[in-house]
């Protein structure tokens, strides 16, 4: 096992396990026990993953694909030495640039367009523009210490107390301008 705790992921390290470990949950119960795979390789254990595997088949896979992301780009980045370029403004602004790049994707496109259908080479444009976002992303969090997908999930908690179904919905109010119960 390799201990990554001390590295400068901060809240998106975790340990890495070697190919076949078995892996357990917090309470000691073999993950294998519960229905969900065992973790391999390295990157991002957040409560968010922990209740997945609590809840076999929700979402585990995909928190596994982007644990290994993070990973990779962190790898990728290393192995460059540009590390010490990526500063959270830095990230930030390049991160800004590309939504820009996505949202220029988009720019003279009709609604109506759009909801007739994306071709392929929109599709792969799209592809290409997210893909730099969530890579873009991943790094500015790595950097800052933030763990994306529990505050993603924090944070839709906080929505849905701020825009209660009874309220908000059909309305594109915000949470501050609708009634208060």
Same mark, same amino acid.
């Given at each position: 096992m390799? /201990?990554r705790?001390?590295? !400068?992921? @901060?809240p998106?390290?975790a340990?890495?396990?070697e &190919?076949?470990?078995q892996?357990?949950?917090?309470? @000691? ?11 391999v390789?390295? @990157? +991002?254990?957040? /409560?968010?993953? +922990?209740?997945?595997e ?6 585990p ?8 992301l993070a990973?990779? +780009?962190?790898? $990728? *980045?290393?192995?460059?030495?540009w590390g !010490? $370029?990526?500063?959270?403004r830095?990230?930030?602004? #390049?991160?800004a640039?590309?939504? @820009?790049?996505?949202?220029a ?10 909801? #007739? ?6 599709r792969?444009?799209?592809s %290409?523009?997210?893909a %730099?976002?969530l +890579?873009?992303?991943?790094? $500015? ?5 933030? %763990? &994306? ?7 839709? *908690?906080r929505?849905?107390?701020?825009y ?10 915000k949470?501050?301008?609708? &009634?208060? *119960?």
């Open positions: 390799v /201990d705790s001390s590295d !400068r992921l @901060g998106l390290s340990v890495a396990l &190919p076949g470990a892996d357990r949950r917090d309470d @000691g119960t073999r993950l294998a026990d519960v229905g969900a795979a065992p973790r390789g390295v @990157g +991002i254990r957040t /409560d968010a993953m +922990i209740e997945c609590r809840q076999p088949g929700r979402y896979r995909k928190m596994r694909d982007l644990d290994d990973h990779r +780009i962190e790898k $990728f *980045t290393d192995a460059r030495d !010490r $370029f990526h500063t959270p830095g990230l930030a602004l #390049a991160l640039g590309e939504v @820009g790049e996505l949202a994707e988009l720019q003279w496109k009709t609604d109506s367009e759009l909801a #007739a259908g994306i071709s392929d080479d929109l792969s444009r799209l %290409d523009e997210v %730099d976002v +890579i873009y992303l991943i790094r $500015f969090s790595q950097v800052c210490g933030i %763990d &994306p997908v529990e505050q993603a999930h924090a944070k839709v *908690t929505n849905e107390d701020r209660p179904v009874a309220h908000s919905k059909g309305s594109a109010a949470y501050t301008e609708l &009634p208060r *119960t």
